[in-house]
């Protein structure tokens, strides 16, 4: 299974950003993927997590700001990022678990103005 992760970048404070991971392979319904997201100094944390069936799971300091979706159509999952703060400021992964195996994207950095 291979991931690429894109849309991070530059935003400002309070703002919206959207996160997409395009995943590889033919049975991508069946993944659960997750975001995770890495400060400098940190440990790789979890964001959000959705199952094969649409379940999903945030870390607190996310809930009620960042939305994970997915379709299945796309191979895609999204993470929908909005009123950002400073501390969101990390890079962040798309993870993919399938049939007991992890998998990563390389990351993509999402910075936050103030």
């Known amino acids: 299974v291979q991931l690429v992760e894109s849309g991070g970048g530059l935003v400002q404070a309070a703002g919206p950003l959207r996160l997409s991971c395009a995943a590889s392979g033919r049975t991508f319904s069946r993944y659960t993927m997750g975001w995770f997201r890495q400060a400098p100094g940190n440990l790789r944390e979890l964001v959000a997590t959705i199952s094969s069936g649409g379940n999903t799971h945030y870390v607190d300091s996310v809930k009620g700001r960042f939305t994970i979706s997915r379709d299945n159509a796309k191979n895609t999952v999204y993470l929908q990022m909005n009123s950002v703060k400073a501390e969101d400021t990390a890079v962040y992964y798309c993870?993919?678990?399938?049939?007991?195996?992890?998998?990563w994207g390389q990351g993509t950095q999402v910075t936050v103005s103030s």
């Open positions: 993870n993919a678990e399938a049939a007991r195996r992890y998998y």
